[in-house]
Structures are given as C-alpha cells and as structure tokens.
C-alpha cells in the first residue's frame, strides 16, 4: 500500500517550452501532496503544498507564476514547470500523505528535468 | 526556519562494520522520519519516532530519539552492501503536516 507514482520519469525540453509532471497515489487518498525540489548532492527542498481543491501554498522563494501546480483530485497533482530555463534542471519528488494520517510521507519516485 | 544537521555527510565502510549516524537540530520535533533514497529515485521511508527517548528496531538498524526531542541518531550492526544509499532524516512539527530535511548522509558499504 501507499504507492505514488510520477510521470514522466525523465524529461528532455528546450529552453522556454513548458513541461507538465503528474503525481498520483494509486492506492490512497491524498487530501496533501508536497512538491520537491533536488540539486545534486543536496537535500530535498519543499517547493510547495498541493491540496485538493483549493490554491497551493508556496514556499518562500518559490515562483508560484512560473511553477503551476494543480491539485483537481483526491490523487493526483500536477506540477507545470512554465517557460522552463537551464537552471530549473533538477530531480522533482512528490510525495503525498495518507489522509487522517501523521506526517509521514510517501514519495513519487522522481522526475528528472533536464532543460537545454 | 529550523535546521537539522547530518553527520556525517559521507561515510564509506566495509562489509560488516557497525555506524551510526546524527541528525541534530536547535529545534523541537514532534516526529521525526528516517528515509533512504537510492539514486534516481524518492526516498523511501524507514521509520518515524514521536517520543522523546523513543528507540525503534528495524533487523539491523536502530533508532532512536534525542530525550527533548531535538536529535536522532541511526545505528546500523554489521553493515552490508545493500545498506548503501542517501539517509535522510526530516523533522515534523505537531499537527502540521510539512517536515524539514536534513542534507542527509551518503553511505557506502563496500564488499
């Protein structure tokens, strides 16, 4: 139990084009989804809380313009990175939180975004 | 903004010797999380302790949490191989859902 997924799990764009990653908990529900963000050699660093049905909360430092991010249904979440520069390059992780649960989290398996 | 500091942040033993490692904050926790992610891949999670003083088993690994609550270490026996990976330790504040990671310790276990 407890599963997410992500896809694409990897991803090759050019330099102002959009990309669209799905996150999905295939045997849960997920009133919470977290968006990550993971630079070699670095930590994970939360971007923002998805919740369904209502506006992400975005973490400081973090365009909410330029990452979209879509929470329509009990288990799925989308994430838009917008006008995608080299720099957005990295790893993003969702993860997701069983619903009632503690704050144990459940993570996609990643999505590797490289912009050229 | 609380910070939890790892150490150490590269470790690389041979084949059935025992670690332990640190995940250290100024910070109070209501839980704390212990994760291992594999390159490539979304961390997976190993254990999460409430209490203050709490020690969990998991086979060869042990955890446990700091008395008040603000440090955690990891102990694994006899380490092998496929122990090697990303350990990641993440604090969670009560009835608030987000956790702070630490940067994590790589560990290498070589044959």
């Known amino acids: 139990g407890a599963v997410v997924s992500q896809h694409p799990s990897r991803v090759i764009c050019k330099s102002g084009t959009s990309v669209k990653i799905e996150c999905r908990s295939l045997?849960?529900?997920?009133?919470?989804m977290f968006w990550y963000r993971q630079f070699p050699k670095q930590s994970l660093m939360l971007m923002a809380t998805s919740n369904e049905g209502s506006k992400a909360t975005y973490e400081q430092g973090v365009e909410k313009d330029k990452f979209l991010i879509n929470h329509a249904s009990l288990t799925l979440s989308t994430l838009t990175v917008t006008s995608a520069h080299p720099e957005d390059s990295s790893f993003y992780i969702c993860s997701a939180i069983l619903a009632g649960g503690p704050s144990e989290q459940f993570f996609g398996p990643g999505t590797r975004l490289t912009v050229l | 903004t609380q910070l939890l500091e790892q150490s150490p942040q590269f470790l690389s033993i041979q084949e059935g010797e025992n670690l332990t490692v640190y995940c250290n904050s100024s910070?109070?926790?209501?839980?704390l999380q212990w994760y291992r992610q594999e390159p490539g891949e979304g961390p997976v999670l190993l254990v999460t302790?409430?209490?203050?003083?709490e020690v969990k088993k998991l086979k060869r690994l042990t955890f446990q949490f700091g008395d008040a609550r603000k440090d955690s270490s990891l102990h694994i026996t006899a380490a092998q191989p496929g122990d090697t990976g990303l350990y990641l330790c993440?604090?969670?504040?009560?009835?608030?859902?987000?956790?702070?990671f630490g940067i994590g310790t790589k560990l290498q276990v070589i044959p």
């Open positions: 302790v409430v209490t203050g003083g």
């Open positions: 993440a604090g969670g504040r009560g009835g608030y859902q987000k956790v702070t």
């Open positions: 910070s109070v926790f209501s839980s």
């Open positions: 045997d849960f529900q997920a009133t919470t």
